[in-house]
T-cell receptor, first 111, second 115 residues
């Protein structure tokens, strides 16, 4: 099925570093969502974006709804060990469409 | 319940056997979704329920897969004559209303291994 282009696929970072990941599409979306999945768990919603240009923070996490409505970005500042996991973006085109998911970005913190 | 509950959490079965996976959504959530996640992969949509009806079952990979929901609550995903490629984590999610809202609440998943 259709997927968003999420990158990078994985990231190896040092504790304390900032992290950036993004999702892009050739289609326009009305909603962008960012989820995190810990090992053995289901995804948990981190940030929801509903308006082009919107910038929303949740603690050390900041996400932006791209102005073109075709992309979204997630930044994590000053990463800590519990940030490891898989981050998924998901988008919705309009109220009649289901969520379309990115393939995920796996975050690994180097010891 | 407090969250989405799925059972079993782990299921190992032999090729050709049928399996049933259960999802108990958050109380009051009218929408229910089943996804499949293969190892290291993203989420593959299977089926969506609004109440007891399934307006979108486009993601079911074959006629061996079926799902039902009763009483607007519990849902069961059935896989008949399981194949090795069916091995994956099956995730259930629920939300308060339908497709036009953001937040899906996920269960912890049922990990299916077909030998």
């Amino acid at each position: 099925g259709q997927q968003l282009n999420q990158s990078p696929q994985s990231m190896f970072i040092q504790e304390g570093e900032d992290v950036s990941m993004n999702c892009t599409s050739s289609s326009i979306f009305n909603t962008w969502l960012w989820y995190k999945q810990d090992p053995g768990e289901g995804p948990v919603l981190l940030i929801a974006l509903y308006k082009a240009g919107e910038l929303t923070s949740n603690g050390r996490l900041t996400a932006q709804f791209g102005i073109t409505r075709k992309d979204s970005f997630l930044n994590i500042s000053a990463s800590i060990p519990s940030d490891v996991g898989i981050y998924f973006c998901a988008g919705r085109k309009d109220s009649n469409y289901q969520l379309i998911w990115g393939a995920g970005t796996k975050l690994i913190i180097k010891p | 319940g407090a969250g989405v509950s799925q059972s079993p959490s782990n299921k190992v079965t032999e090729k050709g056997k049928d399996v049933e996976l259960r999802c108990d959504p958050i109380s009051g959530h009218t929408a229910l979704y089943w996804y499949r996640q293969s190892l290291g992969q993203g989420l593959e949509f299977l089926i969506y329920f609004q109440g007891n009806s399934a307006p979108d079952k486009s993601g079911l990979p074959s006629d061996r897969f079926s799902a039902e929901r009763t009483g607007g609550s519990v849902s069961t995903l059935t896989i008949q004559r399981t194949q090795q490629e069916d091995s994956a984590v099956y995730l259930c999610a629920s939300s308060l209303v339908g497709l036009n809202t953001g937040e899906l609440f996920f269960g912890e998943g049922s990990r299916l291994t077909v030998l």
